[in-house]
């Protein structure tokens, strides 16, 4: 059996680089089944870079991708079938409904429309959407919107969800129910999520953290050893003291 | 990839095509008005002034309008591989273009989805086109209407792979216009669909070298034979190979590690 497999995500001395300029350098981390990792980092720390080579938008020569023990670069259908990934910009269809949004992705990714539309009524059951399923996306407000998306990246159910920025422009309750809606999904559909951040309310007790800063980690553990090896009191803190000492 | 997985796939791409066409009604009215204002309009105040002698595949005499219809079939075939192309830019700013990239389908697969859901579109639109001029008095034997139906796919396949590999190259939506300028209407006036090439060679040798190699004069001369239930060899291999050409430089340029999408650097958009 493969040890690697028992880790939704793998990522093993990754480096990129646009041109000459690094964006990331020597990354190493992985995610085991069931845990939250909070991708933690200021703006330009290379988190959409990194989630742009996790989905394999781009691809890099130094380094490894692996997620649920299939390797990216040698089989990425195989690895993005394991995959729900929530962008930073929405992307679903405006002028489409919710439901029409949703059967696209499922036959995307294989589903036959019986399928599809059990699903689909799970997923907009969980999040609460199922009442707007015909409504056009252009008419849902923003918090509704990402809803729509986490349930469209969930429909084929993926062992690994990504979240790049996902609560961006969102008013507190919308952003509460989010966090907490994707945190209860780690513990009932033992799902893996990698969510990047600049927010540090946005991080629960139990997470891991992988901070990021100019490219590089600079830690990653549980939040109470980020915090110990920063010795600092809190997570505010030790973030600040991580990333503002390497910029000076 | 597994058969039926790519077969769902493709439905879902060309139905997610024409839920957007559909929903666009002034796309599609735009894109029906555009050859019929030539049609009407242009090639009636040019009849009088261009005769055009018995060349092939017609066996006779015709006028103007008869012969600058399968132009107009290729005009609606280049605007709409355009459109394609645009809409993949502005989906590729909008995000959605994101997800259709990192399904679990090889990306050549994709792309040719995205290809084959916009040829049908403009397969489409060539038919509502010909009714139209049906009543016009323009009309083709029967069985070109059949016969045509495959000569539209290529040509759509090669025109609207021309449109993506453009935008592989194009950043920003605002580039998109120059383009526009710089390859539809080049495309489209130095082709055979408004004027044969014998005519175009009596004016300027140079226009006629360029007409000739142009990939456009070539997929429209393949519609004109085959709206007459003939088969153009040259014409079919000269567009098939610029098909082959044009989709290879447009999977290399959508590539996550060779092509232009990293080449252009900055970060991910």
Redesign the interface.
């Known amino acids: 059996m493969n040890p690697l497999s028992d880790f939704s995500l793998t990522v093993k001395a990754l480096s990129y680089a646009?041109?000459k300029?690094a964006a990331l350098t020597d990354i190493n981390f992985s995610i085991a089944a069931g845990e939250c990792t909070i991708l933690l980092g200021p703006n330009g720390a290379g988190k959409?870079?990194l989630?742009?080579l996790i989905?394999?938008?781009?691809?890099?020569?130094d380094g490894e991708i692996l997620i649920k023990g299939v390797e990216l670069k040698k089989d990425?259908?195989?690895?993005?079938?394991n995959?729900g990934?929530v962008?930073q910009?929405?992307?679903?269809?405006m002028?489409?409904s919710v439901l029409?949004n949703l059967?696209?992705?499922?036959?995307?990714?294989?589903?036959?429309r019986k399928q599809a539309s059990i699903r689909i009524v799970e997923e907009l059951e969980r999040q609460g959407m199922l009442a707007r399923k015909d409504e056009k996306v252009r008419q849902l407000n923003g918090g509704h919107r990402r809803r729509v998306e986490i349930a469209r990246a969930l429909l084929h159910k993926p062992s690994l969800l990504l979240l790049d920025e996902p609560t961006v422009g969102l008013d507190v309750p919308s952003r509460q129910g989010i966090v907490d809606h994707v945190h209860s999904l780690c513990e009932s559909d033992n799902l893996s999520v990698l969510w990047a951040t600049h927010l540090i309310d946005e991080i629960h007790p139990n997470d891991k953290l992988l901070v990021l800063h100019q490219g590089a980690i600079q830690a990653q553990g549980s939040v109470s050893s980020v915090c110990g090896g920063e010795s600092a009191d809190d997570i505010s803190r030790a973030f600040k003291q991580l990333t503002q000492a390497k910029s000076s | 990839?597994?058969l039926?997985?790519?077969a769902?796939?493709l439905?879902?791409?060309i139905?997610?095509e024409l839920?957007?066409f559909l929903?666009?009604r002034e796309r599609f009215v735009a894109a029906l008005v555009r050859p019929l204002v030539w049609l009407f309009v242009f090639a009636a105040g040019f009849r009088s002034t261009l005769g055009i002698a018995i060349i092939p595949p017609y066996e006779t005499y015709i006028l103007y309008e008869v012969y600058i219809a399968a132009g107009l079939i290729g005009m609606i075939q280049l605007f709409n591989g355009m459109q394609s192309s645009l809409s993949m830019v502005y989906d590729r700013e909008?995000?959605?273009m994101?997800?259709?990239?990192?399904?679990?389908?090889?990306r050549w697969f994709l792309l040719m989805g995205k290809l084959m859901a916009g040829t049908f579109v403009s397969i489409l639109q060539a038919y509502v086109f010909l009714l139209v001029a049906w009543f016009y008095d323009i009309q083709a034997p029967w069985l070109g209407y059949v016969t045509l139906f495959p000569a539209l796919i290529l040509a759509g396949l090669m025109l609207g792979a021309l449109g993506m590999l453009l935008s592989s190259f194009i950043k920003q939506l605002e580039n998109f216009a120059g383009v526009m300028n710089f390859v539809i209407f080049p495309m489209f006036f130095m082709s055979t669909a408004l004027y044969p090439l014998w005519k175009i060679k009596e004016s300027s040798e140079l226009l006629y070298n360029l007409a000739s190699y142009n990939p456009f004069s070539q997929a429209v001369e393949l519609l004109r034979f085959a709206l007459y239930g003939q088969f153009n060899l040259y014409a079919f291999l000269y567009t098939l190979a610029a098909f082959i050409v044009f989709m290879a430089i447009a999977v290399w340029g959508y590539?996550?590690?060779k092509g232009m999408?990293?080449r252009k650097?900055?970060?991910?958009s």
Do not use: E
Not at chain 1, 76 to 81: D, T
Not at chain 2, 265 to 268: D, K
């Open positions: 646009y041109g300029k959409s870079t989630f742009s989905t394999h938008l781009y691809d890099s020569r990425p259908c195989r690895s993005l079938a995959l990934v962008f910009q929405t992307t679903l269809d002028d489409l029409q059967h696209y992705h499922a036959s995307l990714h294989g589903m036959t | 990839m597994k039926a997985h790519a769902i796939a439905k879902g791409i139905k997610r839920w957007r929903l666009q909008m995000g959605s994101k997800t259709l990239l990192v399904s679990p389908l090889p590539n996550p590690s999408m990293v650097g900055g970060g991910p």
